[in-house]
């Protein structure tokens, strides 16, 4: 939902193209049902595989490099991290009019953290600071540097400018307007990350976490992971979070006011581009990115 992008031509995904790159690559699942799931985002069709595994095919050309950029990472990250992540176990190729890899993951139980349960809880914020704590703590040390590190450099918020004023003028008369660009020049202006780059999530928001009997248990879709400023992550504050839960997750994390600025900016801009693109269409992003946006007005 995170992904700012321009229109693309998206390839036509249905469980009979699934089969035959599932049964292609790997023949020994090629017994195993496959079940389409509703998923939250808007990056990938996802189907479950049998009773223990799910397939990811990205549904456009935003997310080509995820899988394997997931498969390189997430196992190096998971024994670092307080929360289960996905366990990559194969990476596809483009086949039979499919253009992009696709991955196969270990299946992941839980549902869909939800604001109704979750909330007012302090304890659930504090969590998800101790998750993003231990994930910007995260040094493997052999990281390449120069181009090969591409694929890990997020956008800036700079990047964003004119696409978020476009959007703002386009949702006059739902939103206010003033406040959004108030928020969005407070955001540009406020001081950069001076620090040395951290890890972060990259699309961290309720849709990509999981809950077990009432509780967090997995961190999800990790296709925007990279290194840089870690105040896109803090969007996870306005789309879950009460006034009271996202001040114990602030003070938990240590977030500085410039840094907080920021992570409303980014909080701003990416429900903006997922309200003016799915909204009209789609009753339930459109109930959360209000949420979204009306809280990170908030602040």
């Known amino acids: 939902m995170a992904t700012e992008r321009s229109a693309d031509t998206r390839p036509a995904i249905d469980a009979a193209l699934v089969r035959r790159l599932v049964d292609a690559k790997f023949p020994q699942w090629a017994e195993l049902p496959l079940e389409l799931l509703d998923s939250a985002g808007s990056d990938h069709v996802i189907y479950r595989l049998g009773e223990e595994l799910s397939v990811r095919l990205p549904r456009h050309a935003g997310a080509i490099g995820q899988a394997e950029k997931e498969s ?122 001076d620090r040395p780059p951290v890890w972060f999530h990259g699309d961290f928001h309720t849709g990509n976490l999981l809950t077990l009997e009432g509780r967090l248990s997995a961190v999800i879709d990790f296709g925007g992971l990279g290194m840089g400023d870690p105040a896109c992550d803090l969007t996870i504050a306005f789309t879950l979070m009460s006034a009271g839960s996202r001040a114990a997750f602030r003070a938990a994390l240590g977030v500085d006011d410039a840094t907080w600025t920021r992570g409303r900016g980014w909080a701003l801009t990416t429900a903006l581009n997922a309200y003016t693109s799915y909204a009209a269409v789609n009753r339930r992003v459109a109930a959360q990115t209000t949420r979204q946006i009306t809280e990170a007005l908030i602040g």
Request: charged share 20%; hydrophobic share 45%.
């Open 72 to 193: 390189e990472w997430l196992p190096r990250l998971a024994p670092h991290l307080p929360l289960s992540i996905p366990v990559p176990v194969g990476v596809g190729e483009p086949d039979f009019g499919y253009p992009w890899p696709w991955a196969v993951c270990r299946w992941l139980d839980g549902e869909v953290a939800t604001v109704e349960a979750l909330a007012g809880s302090s304890g659930t914020a504090v969590e998800l600071a101790e998750f993003l704590t231990a994930l910007q703590q995260f040094a493997p040390g052999d990281i390449p540097g120069g181009d090969a590190r591409e694929d890990l450099t997020g956008r800036t918020l700079a990047d964003r400018d004119r696409a978020t004023r476009a959007a703002i003028a386009e949702v006059d008369g739902v939103f206010d307007t003033a406040a959004m660009t108030e928020l969005w020049d407070a955001a540009l202006g406020a001081p950069g990350w």
